[in-house]
């Protein structure tokens, strides 16, 4: 059995590459929003 690989809109990379880029997050924070940790939303 093979997983399914995920696929992101091109606004989303861009959006994330900006925060890293720009503003400094690591990979990790730009992949979820503030509100959500990793367990869920806080």
Not at 14 to 31: M, N, P, W
Not at 35 to 40: D, I, V
């Amino acid at each position: 059995m093979t997983k399914q690989r995920r696929s992101f809109s091109a606004e989303f990379k861009r959006d994330a590459a900006s925060l890293v880029l720009d503003q400094g997050y690591s990979h990790i924070e730009a992949k979820f929003p503030k509100s959500m940790n990793r367990y869920g939303y806080e």
